[in-house]
Nanobody, 122 residues
Framework: QVQLVEAGGGLVQPGGSLRLSCTAS????????MAWFRQAPGKEREYVAA???????NYDNSVKGRFTISRDNAKNTASLQMNSLKPEDTATYFC????????????????WGQGTPVTVSS
């Protein structure tokens, strides 16, 4: 069983930056692919970015070049650095985990955090 806890959300102005973190419990963090999804009010949860267990990354086109996913296996953490934020990035951001390989599909992730809200507004 893996428990995920996100942190780092908040209010930021357009063009600003935020760094989200996801801390995982358990001893097998290094074997998990870690991903970030987001869900805006009234919308479906959507894929943002992921990193597989050996560090390969994948990004949705809407965030490519602005967001960077990373992980620190020694600290059981995954992070999402978000730069050049836009109002349309406003959502609750969720961390998710599954074994080994990346997926962009919500239902293929086994473990989820509770979410952290991000609001981009002036």
């Amino acid at each position: 069983q893996v428990q995920l806890v996100e942190a780092g959300g908040g209010l930021v102005q357009p063009g600003g930056s935020l760094r989200l973190s996801c801390t995982a419990s358990g001893h097998t963090f290094s074997t998990y692919a870690m991903a970030w999804f987001r869900q805006a009010p009234g919308k479906e949860r959507e894929y943002v970015a992921a990193m597989n267990y050996i560090g390969r990354t994948n990004y949705d086109n809407s965030v490519k070049g602005r967001f960077t996913i990373s992980r620190d296996n020694a600290k059981n953490t995954a992070s999402l650095q978000m730069n050049s934020l836009k109002p349309e990035d406003t959502a609750t951001y969720f961390c998710a985990a599954r074994t080994y390989s990346i997926s962009t599909v919500v239902s293929q992730y086994d473990y989820w955090g509770q979410g952290t809200p991000v609001t981009v507004s002036s």
